[in-house]
């Protein structure tokens, strides 16, 4: 690796082979993980300057043996390698090759599910760059060599599992980069932070018993109505791992739809309070924009803005020496997703942000968000005892708490 700059920037990587990967059908209106909600995202970075303004990382395909860190070695070899490349395997590892069949889809295509659509050709080199691109500049940022980043990547990773592709996920990027941090940078303590509307089965299970990466999703639940169906506030994590899982499981369907002041109460009470406790030495963020304006119900339905994504970029850009890399999960409608990840890399490049608007900083959380985060400080409160200092604003406006800690922090002069 290049001898760390004097001063570190923002380090950007995309590759064009992961815009490949695609169903046979071609059908976008129904399989809405295609390659032109990548396409947008650079093209927009291209447009504002922004890119030109990032190191441009030269991003490579994950190895098998850096998949096999978190996945198992059928499922590394059945979605890692395509016809090519099975041709330069030997026959017995072809043997080992699980027979788990890929199911014909009603559209014509193959694929692992209805929605995770498989590419003979293309998805395997597609699904193992995304990994490559959160790697390093995972690597870069663990080194100096990158301030923070930006992986503009898919497919998806965090519904990935060690065994199972599920969600229109193969391989799980962020925990592959994680377990990578560990074993090669001896990195002792990674917050994984995940705000994508969905929760993340795949991150959750990987880490579930291991206390050096705190899993901490923000999701739509809804009592385990809303895909993936897991993610309940009580999964706190198992063995040494006990309390380094923390699921904000937003329920109450969309009476209201969420927005801005919800996810700014969760960050103010849960989220920033415990990421400063754990003190991570670096923050990998499953950046899934679908909990934003524009999202049909079934993949979506809040009404998050670009500004509180950037906000959130901001906050944890205070923690782990501002060592944070956002890795692009789910988010489908196009222009909410180029928004938003353009008010997030103009946070990492500490540039101006659009404000939040002030009617979402003075109103105060719906009665449901209330509810759930009381919920989970709760639950999380013997794991993590600093949640008591601010558990009382939990239904306070942006606006309300800031003045409430202005006049603690004068009566305590
Ligand atoms: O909601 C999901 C998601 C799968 C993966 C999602 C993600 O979390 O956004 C990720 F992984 F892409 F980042 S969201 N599924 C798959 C697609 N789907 C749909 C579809 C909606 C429209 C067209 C096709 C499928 C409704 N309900 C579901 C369940
Ligand atoms: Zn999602």
């Known amino acids: 690796l290049s001898a760390s700059p004097h001063r570190p920037n923002t ?7 992961m815009l490949k990967h695609a169903c046979k059908c071609g059908n976008n209106a129904i399989h809405p993980e295609h390659s032109g909600r990548l396409q947008s995202v650079w093209a927009r970075l291209i447009e504002t300057g922004l890119a030109r303004r990032c190191d441009k990382l030269r991003p490579r395909k994950a190895t098998i043996e850096e998949l096999q860190t978190c996945h198992t070695e059928p499922h590394t070899l059945l979605f890692g390698t395509n016809l090519a490349s099975r041709q330069k395997m030997d026959s ?12 014909r889809l009603p ?3 193959l694929g692992v599910d209805s929605d995770t659509t498989w590419n003979e050709l293309h998805t395997a080199p597609a699904a193992r760059m995304a990994v490559g691109c959160v790697i390093d500049l995972a ?10 980043g930006f992986a503009i990547v898919r497919p998806p990773g965090h519904h990935a599992e060690a065994n199972q592709a599920m969600g229109f996920c193969f391989f799980n990027s962020i925990a592959v980069a994680c377990r990578l941090l560990q074993q090669r940078q001896a990195v002792r303590r990674i917050l994984i932070v995940d705000w994508d509307v969905h929760h993340g089965n795949g991150t959750q299970q990987i880490f579930y018993d291991d206390r050096s990466v705190l899993y901490l999703s923000i999701h739509r639940h809804d ?3 809303f895909f993936p169906g897991t993610g309940a506030p009580g999964e706190c994590g198992a063995g040494s791992g006990l309390g380094y899982n923390v699921n904000i499981a937003w329920s109450g369907g969309l009476q209201p739809p969420l927005g801005d002041a919800e996810y700014l109460a969760a960050f103010r009470t849960v989220v ?3 990421a400063r406790d754990y003190a991570p030495e670096i923050i990998l963020v499953s950046a899934g924009f ?8 079934p993949l979506g339905g809040y009404n998050v803005t670009p500004a509180c994504f950037a906000y959130m970029t901001q906050q944890l850009m205070q923690i782990a020496d501002g060592k944070v890399i956002l890795s692009l999960e789910g988010g489908y409608d196009l222009t909410a997703i180029c928004d938003s990840a353009e008010e997030c890399v103009r946070a990492l490049l500490e540039d101006d942000v659009t404000p939040i608007v002030q009617s979402e900083l003075h109103r105060t959380p719906c009665q449901n968000a209330i509810k759930t985060l009381q919920k989970t400080i709760a639950i999380q409160l013997p794991h993590w005892p600093v949640l008591k200092k601010l558990a009382h604003t939990v239904s306070c406006s942006a606006v309300e708490a800031t003045l409430c800690e202005e006049n603690e922090t004068v009566s305590a002069m």
Do not use: Q
């Not at 017995?92 to 199911?103: G, H, M, N, T, W």
């Open 272 to 274: 920033m309070p415990i």
């Open 11 to 17: 380090g950007l990587a995309f590759d064009s082979l």
């Open 107 to 109: 559209c014509g295509g």
């Open 139 to 148: 690597f870069k940022a663990a080194l100096g060599d990158i301030k923070n």
């Open 290 to 297: 679908d909990a934003a304006s524009g999202h049909p119900a």
């Open 92 to 103: 017995s590892k072809l043997a080992e090759l699980p027979v788990k069949a890929l199911v």
């Open 223 to 225: 009592e385990g109505n």
